[in-house]
């Protein structure tokens, strides 16, 4: 065997034993990776919701020094607020029917429930994670490993002095 041969031979080797190898890898890690990336999606939920309270604060922050600059506005709030009716004489206070109120509410309310997306984990990492599919990958590397070794391993040493006896005769 010349030595491009045994490099070549090396070569295809090293290339089916690492794909067997990755292959078994992540048959075995397949649930770790489907929990990473559902690990990651609700990260960044949790960082979003995170900043919405922080723009909630400071939004709160600016109404206390608001009502903290002008004492009045915490008795034209008590009404709204409180849903007291206002306690002023000589004064006709508007009454919005009940449904008018509803669609007033709905229509300001910005809060989304926050929905973890079906798109967060890759599909690849869904299907490896299916039983059927992760034992399908752990002997497909298995094979590959075991072709590696038979048919790309170290040569048997009774032929390899056969050959060279053949190629010494005259």
């Known amino acids: 065997m010349t030595k491009t041969q045994a490099f070549i031979r090396y070569m295809f080797f090293c290339i089916f034993f690492a794909l067997g190898a990755a292959a078994m890898l992540i048959a075995f890690k397949a649930d770790e990776i489907k929990d990473y990336y559902q690990s990651k999606d609700l990260l960044t ?5 995170n900043k919405k309270i922080e723009n909630m604060l400071t939004e709160y922050d600016r109404q206390f020094s608001y009502i903290d600059s002008d004492p009045n506005i915490l008795a ?6 409180l849903g007291q009716q206002p306690q002023r004489d000589q004064t006709a206070f508007p009454v919005a029917p009940e449904k008018m109120i509803a669609k007033a509410k709905t229509a300001l309310s910005s809060d989304q429930p926050i929905v973890a997306s079906d798109n967060s984990v890759p ?3 869904t299907r490896i994670a ?5 034992k399908a990958l752990f002997f497909a590397g298995a094979g590959l490993i075991l072709i590696s070794f038979i048919c790309f391993g170290t040569p048997d040493p009774k032929k390899l002095q056969h050959k060279r006896d053949r190629s010494t005769e005259p």
């Open 76 to 81: 034209r709030l008590k009404p709204a607020v």
């Open 130 to 134: 299916r039983p059927a599919i992760s």
């Open 123 to 125: 599909q690849w990492a």
């Open 45 to 49: 939920q949790t960082e979003q919701s």
